[in-house]
C-alpha cells in the first residue's frame, strides 16, 4: 500500500485537485486513505503515467544510423533492415533492446509502452516475445506487446501470433496482433491476424497513410491505404490506426464512423519529412487520439511528454491550436482507449487517477528554474522544459523511479549490456 500526498496539484485526468493525494492499494487507485508507505510529492505535479501507445522498442539499439535521418522512407526502410542484418535479431538482443527502451520510458515519465515488434527470426516469435516481457517485469514496466508482421508468410505470421498468445498468457502483459501496413503485407495477412485477435479477444493496430503507404498501395493496388483496410475488415472499433498523416477529409470522416482509434506520432512523422497527422480534426470527429514516440530508428528519443509538447506546437499548422490539458489526456487516456483500456477488463484500466484504476502515476517537480514564473503548472509541464524528468514514477502502487534515479535495475548496468552486445555482434559479422 502507498499513499503519495504533499503535491501541489494532482491532476487524476478527470479533475484537478490542489494539495491532493493518490491512495494505492493492491495496484489500484482507492478512495480512502491507506496504511503503508508514503511518497512525498511536495513541489509536485501529480498525473496518471503517460502512456506510449506506438512504439518499435528494437529500434532502441539503433539511433541516429547513417542513411536514416531526415531520407524518405522508402529508402529508411531499407537502410534499417541493413542495419537489423548486421547485429541479429533474436532473444538476446530484443531484451537488451527493450531494456533500454522501457528504461528510458520510465524515466520520462512513461508507465505503459506498445511495442510493435515487426522484425522477426525464424522459428515461432515466442523467445523474442518473452524476452521483451522479461525486461518490463525486471524494470516494473506496463507493456502491450504487438505481434506485428513485415511481409512475413501470412500463415507462419498468425501461428506465431497464437504462439505468442499462449506463451504470455496469464501474465500482465496484454497481447495485440498488427500487420505493418497495406504497403508491408498482403490481404491473406490482415485476415488470418484478424482471425487470431477474434478467437482471442485482442486488439488490433496498424500503420496507415504514412508516405511509403500511400505509395505503394497507388502503385500496387490502384487504391488508398484506408480504402484497402476498410476492404480487409481493418476499419473497426477495435482497430488503432498509427500515424494517419496523409488523410483526407473524406478519410477522416470514415475512420470516425469506423469508431476506429488513432495514435498520433509527431516525434517520428515531422522532423523525417513524412507529414503532420490532423491529431485536432480527428479528435472533433470523436476519435480517440493517442500518442506514440515510434521507434528509435526514426525518433531517437522514447520521451513521449516532449512528442506531447510537439503535438501541441504542431497543431495550428494542420488544423487548430490544442491546449496542454487536452494534448495531456492524449498522452494518458486517449493512449489507453486504443488499447482497450478504459473501461473494466481483463487488464488494470488506465491513463485516469479515479478509483479503480491503475495505479500508475508521475510526479514532475515544478520547483526549478524552468518552472518560474509558470501562472498554469499543469499546462507548463508542457510549455516550458521540454526534457523534463519525473522526480518519481509508480506502476501499480510500486515505486520504479525515486529521486529520478531507476530503483528496479541499475541504468549503467543496462546501457553497458547493449553497448556490449552491439560491440561483439558488430565485430563478429
Avoid at 15 to 32: K, T
Avoid at 69 to 79: C, S, T
Avoid at 119 to 142: F, K, Q, Y
Avoid at 388 to 413: A, N, S, W
Wanted: with cysteine; aromatic share 4%.
Amino acid at each position: 500500500m502507498l499513499t503519495v500526498r504533499g503535491a501541489d496539484l494532482v491532476w487524476t485526468g478527470s479533475a484537478e485537485v490542489p494539495g491532493g493525494a493518490v491512495s494505492c492499494r493492491d495496484g489500484l487507485v482507492v478512495a480512502d486513505p491507506v496504511p503503508g508507505r508514503v511518497l512525498d510529492a511536495s513541489g509536485c505535479v501529480v498525473t496518471p503515467g503517460l502512456v506510449n501507445a506506438h512504439h518499435h522498442l528494437l529500434q532502441s539499439a539503433f539511433r541516429t544510423l547513417p542513411g536514416t535521418r531526415g531520407v524518405p522512407m522508402r529508402e529508411w526502410l531499407p537502410a534499417m533492415a541493413a542495419a537489423y542484418a548486421a547485429v541479429g535479431i533474436d532473444a538476446e538482443s530484443a531484451h537488451a533492446a527493450a531494456s533500454v527502451g522501457l528504461a528510458e520510458a520510465l524515466l520520462c515519465g512513461v508507465t505503459t509502452v506498445a511495442d510493435h515488434q515487426l522484425n522477426w527470426p525464424p522459428g515461432d516469435g515466442v523467445a523474442v516475445a518473452s524476452a521483451v516481457a522479461r525486461a518490463a517485469g525486471e524494470l516494473g514496466a506496463r507493456l502491450v506487446f504487438v505481434r506485428g508482421s513485415a511481409r512475413d508468410d501470412p500463415e507462419q505470421a498468425a501461428a506465431s501470433a497464437e504462439a505468442v498468445v499462449q506463451a504470455l498468457a496469464g501474465t500482465d502483459v496484454q497481447v495485440a496482433v498488427g500487420p505493418a501496413g497495406v504497403h508491408s503485407d498482403a490481404p491473406e495477412t490482415f485476415a488470418l491476424l484478424g482471425e487470431v485477435a477474434a478467437r482471442h479477444g485482442l486488439r488490433r493496430r496498424t500503420q496507415a497513410n504514412e508516405q511509403v503507404d500511400v505509395e505503394i498501395a497507388a502503385a500496387r493496388y490502384g487504391r488508398r491505404p484506408l480504402d484497402l483496410l476498410d476492404e480487409w475488415g481493418w476499419l473497426a472499433p477495435d482497430v488503432t490506426l498509427a500515424h494517419l498523416c496523409g488523410i483526407t477529409d473524406a478519410e477522416l470522416a470514415r475512420v470516425a464512423a469506423a469508431g476506429v482509434s488513432a495514435t498520433h506520432a509527431p516525434g517520428c512523422d515531422l522532423p523525417m519529412g513524412w507529414g503532420v497527422a490532423p491529431a485536432a480534426a480527428l479528435a472533433d470527429a470523436g476519435v480517440a487520439v493517442g500518442l506514440g514516440t515510434s521507434g528509435g530508428g526514426s525518433n531517437d528519443a522514447g520521451h513521449l511528454l516532449a512528442d506531447a509538447r510537439l503535438a501541441m506546437q504542431v497543431a495550428p499548422l494542420v488544423g487548430r491550436p490544442v491546449a496542454a490539458r487536452e494534448v495531456l489526456t492524449w498522452a494518458t487516456a486517449g493512449s489507453a482507449a486504443g488499447l482497450g483500456r478504459t473501461t473494466p477488463g481483463a487488464f488494470p484500466m488506465l491513463g485516469r487517477l479515479d478509483p479503480g484504476f491503475a495505479a500508475d502515476l508521475v510526479c514532475w517537480d515544478v520547483t526549478g528554474v524552468a518552472d518560474a514564473g509558470v501562472a498554469d503548472p499543469l499546462a507548463g509541464l508542457l510549455w516550458a522544459a521540454p526534457g523534463r524528468r519525473p522526480r518519481h514514477v509508480v506502476v501499480g502502487g510500486r515505486v520504479v523511479v525515486e529521486d529520478y534515479v531507476l530503483v528496479t535495475r541499475p541504468e549503467p548496468e543496462i546501457v553497458s549490456a547493449l553497448g556490449r552486445l552491439l560491440d561483439h555482434r558488430r565485430e563478429r559479422r
